[in-house]
């Protein structure tokens, strides 16, 4: 079946630091993966996605590649920022499954001054 | 502002009580799906319609119902609510339905059973 495993948290970095999120996944088909973020007392906002393989998804300096041969899709930044505090979701969805998206369990991130 | 309204914000109820929650859509999104989000399970996917069939179920109970209106609306019903109810419900829509299109999601209701 499908399924999402991601970095155990809390992560806590100071600014200006490198994050990596590690995000595996597991699927029957071809699937599409996203990076889902919530900010705190918020619904989950869509930070980027690859629908194919090799295919890199960015967004406010915020990367991820879709490596088909790892089944992975790191998401990276090169200096993080006081305001990316934030619980990160990677998430699959595969058409081959009725197109239901499953999440990881989600990683909260802290960056310090 | 995703464009998803959800209703209501905040829900406070009693065990073996039954409640209603509303989501809208974006306007011209025709797929709409439900997920419960708690401490201990992470984020489930519950059930998703799509201009107004049922398209996919996740891990819903037998005591939740859903259902997709004229209107794209859509409600979540919780029937016979236990105290493991608790939790944050969500719902998202999405124009096509299609595995490559991006969820954009409401800022949810919290429900607490008592």
């Known amino acids: 079946g499908n399924s999402v495993t991601q970095m155990e948290g809390p992560v806590t970095l100071s600014e200006e630091a490198f994050l990596t999120i590690n995000c595996t996944y597991t699927a029957t088909g071809y699937p599409s993966l996203f990076w889902y973020v919530q900010y705190p007392g918020e619904g989950l906002q869509l930070l980027l996605k690859?629908?194919?393989?090799?295919d890199k998804g960015s967004n406010k300096g915020f990367e991820a590649t879709y490596r088909k041969e790892t089944t992975s899709f790191h998401l990276e930044k090169g200096s993080v920022q006081v305001s990316d505090s934030a619980v990160y979701f990677c998430?699959?969805?595969?058409?081959?499954?009725?197109?239901?998206?499953?999440f990881g369990t989600g990683t909260s991130l802290t960056v310090i001054p | 502002d995703s464009g998803v309204t959800q209703t209501p914000k905040h829900l406070i109820t009693a065990t073996g009580q039954r409640v209603t929650l509303r989501c809208s859509p974006r306007s011209g999104d025709l797929s709409v799906y439900w997920y419960q989000q708690s401490l201990d399970q992470g984020l489930q996917f519950l059930i998703q319609?799509?201009?107004?069939?049922?398209?996919a179920k996740g891990n819903i109970l037998e005591r939740f119902s859903a259902q997709q209106f004229p209107d794209l609306h859509s409600e979540l019903n919780l029937s016979s609510l236990e105290l493991g109810d608790s939790a944050l419900y969500f719902c998202a829509s999405q124009t096509s339905g299609d595995s490559t299109d991006t969820q954009y999601f409401g800022p949810g209701t919290r429900l607490t059973v008592l």
């Open positions: 690859a629908t194919k393989a090799d």
């Open positions: 319609y799509y201009n107004g069939e049922e398209r």
């Open positions: 998430a699959l969805s595969d058409r081959n499954t009725g197109n239901q998206f499953y």
